[in-house]
């Protein structure tokens, strides 16, 4: 049990697992049986490894008869020919020596090949699934990974992956390692001396039937210790995040209580499972002892009695040198029991992972392509939205007395070939959801959106999505070069494009600042932008692409109003021949547009030309007063309206928690 273990058992895909039946089976099915060559070399060599380690012990026994007593010949080995056997004593001693060290470099050559095995079967099996999951998580609606906190994907390929490539290699090879050892030896036993085989073996039920209590108890002590680890991680992840908060509100002793006690929660816990922990294995020593003595004083007084007259009912006779043997094997035979239950456990915890892994290969999503889907050719590059109502909440999984929650309701627009449409109006109006279902992250529930009169759910993802380029008001780079992240979507493009569109971006000054121009690393472990900057990034990024439709969603928030304007000039060249969508906050960037939509409440409220709008003297023209500083404030009429949106906004997030 380690830390890496954590917060998997807390099963955040309860629901997609519940869903997944017999998930080793599929496991074995799906992956084990293209890896079948992997496994079979494995069990053999572990049967040839595991016998081969049995004949040193069966040597010994005939050689102490056969050579030093002289009770026996040598010619009752059945494993060689009698004419392989030296007839002198010396040559008997040197014969066995030579039979043990080669038994022993066979041997050496069966492990390898067994590891060799195991390990090519799981490696082979834990790539496959970890690249098979991440493609189907890929390929999952924006709602799959807006309920799901990236922790808990990460820790399905990740943990769950390696928990189950952990059983696939130790687990089977242990397995069949023990199985065959436990076999081999109790069949050893039996062919010898069945009588004093039913003794040594004595102790196995008793050792099975303690290790099942022991498991019993400890599982859910260990529960008890993820759960408690997993508190521990939160707080500290919770507090190295908000550490300027913690320091300005000089709050450090009270979160360094509050991390001892969590603390203290996960000592106890573990020490509640060691202190059971370190007496299970005294315990099975004592009862391995138990077998030994037993084995021991039973065989002892039977070598020692004459024949046929052991203790008890032993009846069949027995010679020194099996009784060697005997205690030998007996030694070698109990430790490996107590590996059973850790084998059981081993797969306990693989099957609750290949449940979450299958569940989640089994998601489906909302949006997905039909069956007849066509690629999209644009020509005109008109769109066209058509009583479009939308709401993120899936349908499927609302309870009865639920009602869905609109987002947009029944919004109408065209928009022609090359035209430039501004979405304008108040946070949480609807205005990036629009855009969203124009890329199809998610499909209309009423109504439809067309491009050049085709409806886009009628059409394949990829085709559509090369033909627009969107850039966010957030954007995300990836590790790697600025250079790279231009170029990202757009991999062909040479190094003179990528800086004839950085230019473009007005992006091409601040790279050249930076320590290694474009080839200066960015992303999480690289330089830090700011998000001007990376807005900038962005924007080179839709210019390179040279898109047939342009979706800009606040792409210019966070630069200042210089950089705005010198941005705003190369928009218009990108912006000129391409029908272009703009959310825009500032409404002076968006004045020149062909056509303004003023969004409230999840519908279009007021539309038209800028000169339109603020001859209307409505919602616009207020909004556009305030931002030009004609005015203080928007008369009291809206400010209500935004005050109840507000409020309403504020219970949907209360909600949320
Ligand atoms: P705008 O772009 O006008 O600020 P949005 O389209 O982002 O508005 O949001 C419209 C409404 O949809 C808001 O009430 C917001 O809380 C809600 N919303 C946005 N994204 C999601 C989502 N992924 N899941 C659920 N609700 C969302």
């Known amino acids: 049990m380690s830390a890496g273990d954590v917060a998997v058992d807390d099963d955040p895909f309860e629901e997609q697992r519940e869903r997944v039946e017999n998930p080793m089976k599929r496991l074995f099915r799906v992956y084990g049986v293209p890896n079948l060559r992997y496994l079979i070399t494995g069990i053999v060599s572990s049967i040839g490894a595991r016998l081969l380690d049995l004949v040193p012990p069966i040597l010994l026994g005939f050689a102490v008869d056969a050579i030093f007593s002289q009770e026996k010949s040598y010619a009752a080995i059945w494993l060689v020919p009698d004419g392989w056997i030296p007839a002198s004593q010396e040559g008997q001693v040197w014969f066995t020596v030579g039979l043990i060290a080669a038994t022993f470099s066979v041997g050496a050559i069966f492990h390898w090949t067994r590891n060799w095995g195991f390990n090519a079967f799981s490696q082979n099996i834990q790539h496959a699934i970890r690249t098979d999951t991440y493609d189907a998580m890929q390929g999952l609606d924006m709602d799959f990974f807006a309920d799901k906190q990236t922790g808990e994907l990460l820790s399905i390929l990740s943990n769950d992956v390696n928990r189950l490539e952990r059983f696939l290699n130790d687990g089977l090879n242990s397995l069949f390692r023990l199985s065959v050892m436990v076999l081999g030896i109790a069949g050893v036993l039996f062919y010898y001396n069945w009588q004093l085989a039913l003794v040594a073996l004595l102790p196995v039920p008793l050792i099975a039937g303690f290790t099942y209590v022991f498991i019993q108890i400890i599982q859910p002590k260990y529960a008890e210790v993820r759960s408690t680890v997993g508190n521990v991680n939160s707080r500290l992840e919770n507090n190295l995040g908000g550490i300027s908060v913690i320091k300005a509100s000089t709050t450090e002793s009270y979160e360094s209580d509050r991390v001892d006690d969590v603390s203290q929660d996960y000592f ?13 294995f005294p315990g099975l020593r004592v009862l391995a002892g138990f077998g030994f003595v037993v084995t021991f004083l039973v065989g002892g007084l039977w070598v020692v009695s004459e024949p046929g007259q052991g203790p008890w009912f032993f009846t069949e006779p027995i010679s ?7 205690i030998l094997l007996t030694q070698r035979f109990i430790w490996p029991m107590a590996q059973f239950g850790q084998i059981i456990n081993m797969y306990q915890r693989a099957r609750a992972s290949s449940a979450r892994v299958f569940g989640l290969m089994d998601e489906r999503g909302r949006v997905e392509e039909s069956l007849d889907a066509k690629e999209l050719e644009v020509t005109e590059g008109s769109v066209e939205y058509e009583n479009v109502s939308f709401s993120y909440d899936d349908p499927a999984t609302l309870d009865d007395d639920e009602s869905v929650e609109l987002i947009l309701d029944s919004v109408d627009f065209d928009v022609d070939g090359g035209e430039t449409v501004a979405l304008v109006g108040p946070t949480g ?15 209309v529930d009423d109504g439809s959106v067309q491009i050049d009169g085709t409806d886009v759910r009628d059409v394949t993802l990829p085709s559509l999505r090369r033909q627009l380029a969107y850039v966010q008001q957030d954007t995300y780079l990836f590790y790697g070069s600025v250079e790279d992240n231009i170029r990202y979507g757009s991999f062909d493009a040479s190094r003179e494009d990528v800086v004839d569109a950085a230019k473009a971006a007005e992006a091409h000054d601040f790279i050249t600042n930076l320590p290694e121009g474009y080839d200066t690393e960015v992303g999480e472990r690289g330089v830090k932008l700011s998000g001007g900057q990376r807005q900038r990034i962005a924007i080179a990024r839709a210019v390179l692409k040279d898109p047939k439709i342009l979706v800009l969603d606040e792409a210019t928030s966070d630069v200042d109003t210089e950089t705005e304007m010198l941005i705003q000039r190369s928009l218009d060249d990108l912006t000129e021949d391409r029908t272009t969508f703009a959310i825009a906050h500032r409404l002076s960037t968006i004045k020149d547009a062909d056509q303004i939509l003023v969004f409230e409440d999840g ?16 919602l616009y023209a207020h909004l556009w007063a305030v931002q030009a500083g004609e005015i203080d404030e928007l008369p009291d009429s809206f400010v209500e309206r935004a005050a109840e949106r507000r409020a309403k906004t504020d219970v949907e997030t209360d909600d949320d928690d």
């Open 268 to 280: 106890d816990a573990n020490w509640d499972a060691i202190d059971t922990r370190i007496k299970f």
């Open 320 to 326: 020194t040198g099996e009784f060697v043997t005997f």
């Open 429 to 443: 109006a609807g205005k990036s959801t629009v855009l969203k279902l124009l890329l199809r992250l998610y499909d």
């Open 603 to 618: 519908g279009i409220v007021e539309r038209g030309s800028h000169e339109d709008l603020l001859a209307r003297d409505g």
